[in-house]
């Protein structure tokens, strides 16, 4: 199953590949920053109403995605900002505003561009941004305006085009709109954010193919961050197009090494294992790079194809180059898991646990090691801790409800756990709300089932992970022919993570009930390719 971790990793992955250093895993744990941070915390202790200190705060939360300790901040900078100062009133509304609009709030970032407006009147870029809340609260022919107001300040303003092109398709002008972003792109042929705007207006007429192609272009001129982003993006909905276009880039560049590990990248992060490898090999075979995070996705991927003696030896590989990396521990944790090394899985977890981030993957395993130790209690006592910090997550309740009733053998005490999994901040339609599986371990089967075909039949599946997911509550449900059928789209699609459909068995979400039926072996033997 796709998810954002998975994706964010990928992302991460790309990125310190293309920078060639681990510079885009740092932020708020980065020495200088924290350090800096610490500064600003005794600066604001000293003086409570230093606002200039609020702001600088929360422009370093605004660059880390903090958003919530962004606007605290700013908050409080506009507070305290004398009326006088209206060249920092003017930037705390600017700030404001992007925070609103990170965090879906227009019509408040739309306030406060108007706002900074009335200070400047000639400002461009808060023009820019009181047109951009004005299109995503629908009103279109505000933005329309704001974006000719910007036209008529830059006629070349790539910026007023984009907006201008948006506004364009919704108005179903779909020829204006390709013509305003080709004028942009004219304009600014070696800017590689131009790209990604193409893209994105390309990807709403439906043109996944061409936005691909812009993306991989601003990758092209200087490794656009975002270009990365949007590339992904597009793969968790076109999964197809992205490795077609990234499979043409490389046949006209074939000795950009960069190409094949995106490429790999994405394919791993799809479950698509092989194809994966095979990337990773081509740069190491061909000397293209020597990144030890390669070493580390080799591992991952003969993880998942159950090959756990190739697994260890790349990911020890990767941990002998660089044993810095937490994510290195988790990967190492989880083949010993799998062969049945529980203390080693333990020692491996707990040293990820003390090199990582953001700990909360490594310590979801720690507590998964916990119950093939059978320590359910204390296994128990880590997903709910996990389940409060971050009480959206369904499944870490998934993850205590199984320990509960698996190990504990506690059936009822399971029962209002999946309960309040249904009651979680998440959107149920959506495959990784896991709300299916909450309905039906809490007894609703029919609903569950319910939910499985609506997903199947509305939700489209590009690379298979969908159907794999359908093919586990169908399977939990003892729905076998729909289990089965799902089961072959996954195939079908090329999903190949062959320790998840043999193997897998944590927090119910797994094929277990139909692995004894005559028909799992046959199935998987027919689609025998694929794991090749």
């Known amino acids: 199953m796709i998810n954002s971790s998975k994706l964010r990793h990928a992302l991460i992955a790309i990125l310190t590949f293309a920078c060639g250093s681990a510079a885009a895993q740092t932020g708020l744990s980065d020495p200088m920053t924290k350090a800096m941070m610490e500064v600003y915390e005794q600066e604001l202790t000293a003086n409570p109403q230093a606002y200039e200190i609020y702001f600088r705060r929360a422009n370093e939360y605004y660059k880390f995605d903090q958003y919530l300790r962004a606007l605290s901040d700013i908050d409080n900078a506009l507070k305290y900002a004398p009326a006088d100062d209206t060249d920092m009133r003017f930037q705390c509304y600017s700030l404001r505003g992007d925070i609103y609009q990170m965090l879906g709030k227009h019509e408040e970032a739309l306030s406060d561009f108007t706002e900074a407006l009335r200070i400047d009147p000639t400002s461009f870029m808060a023009l820019y941004q009181k047109g951009n809340s004005e299109y995503e609260l629908g009103r279109y022919a505000e933005a329309k305006g704001s974006y000719n107001r910007m036209r008529a300040l830059d006629g070349r303003s790539a910026e007023a085009l984009t907006g201008l092109a948006r506004i364009a398709v919704k108005e179903n002008n779909l020829g204006l709109a390709s013509q305003y972003m080709d004028d942009a792109v004219a304009m600014m042929p070696t800017d590689s954010d131009i790209y990604v705007r193409r893209s994105s207006v390309r990807r709403m007429l439906g043109n996944n193919t061409g936005a691909v192609e812009d993306l991989i272009m601003a990758i092209s001129i200087d490794s656009n961050a975002k270009a990365f982003q949007e590339l992904i993006n597009v793969s968790n909905t076109d999964y197809p197009a992205v490795i077609t276009a990234l499979s043409n880039a490389i046949h006209q560049a074939p000795e950009q090494g960069m190409f094949y590990y995106i490429r790999g990248v994405i394919a791993q992060a799809h479950n698509h294992f ?23 996705s080799l591992g991952e991927c003969y993880y998942a194809l159950c090959d756990f003696d190739q697994a260890l030896e790349n990911v020890n590989q990767a941990i002998g180059m660089s044993n810095d990396n937490g994510e290195y521990f988790i990967a190492l944790a989880r083949v010993y898991r799998a062969q049945g090394r529980f203390d080693d899985a333990m020692r491996a977890i707990e040293t990820a646990i003390e090199k990582v981030n953001e700990p909360a993957t490594a310590i979801s395993e720690k507590g998964r090691i916990l119950f093939s130790q059978k320590k359910y209690d204390e296994a128990s006592d880590i997903f709910a801790e996990l389940a409060m910090d971050n009480p959206n997550d369904p499944m870490n309740y998934m993850l205590r409800a199984w320990v509960i009733a698996e190990g504990q053998k506690k059936s009822n005490a399971a029962l209002p756990i999946y309960r309040r999994a249904l009651e979680i901040d998440v959107n149920p339609e959506l495959p990784q709300s896991l709300h299916g599986f909450a309905l039906l371990f809490s007894g609703s089967t029919a609903e569950a089932v319910k939910w499985a075909d609506s997903i199947m039949h509305d ?6 992970s969908i159907s794999y997911l359908m093919a586990c509550l169908y399977a939990q449900a003892e729905e076998t022919d729909k289990a089965f059928d799902a089961l072959e789209s996954a195939l079908n699609k090329g999903y190949s993570n062959k320790y998840q459909f043999t193997i897998y068995d944590d927090a119910r979400i797994n094929l277990a009930p139909i692995r004894k039926d005559a028909r799992f072996n046959t199935t998987l033997a027919n689609y025998s390719y694929i794991f090749e």
């Open 274 to 296: 092989p194809s994966a490898i095979v990337d990773y090999r081509k740069i190491i075979d061909e000397n293209m790079y020597n990144y030890a995070g390669i070493y580390a």
């Open 459 to 464: 939700t489209k599946d590009t690379d298979g």
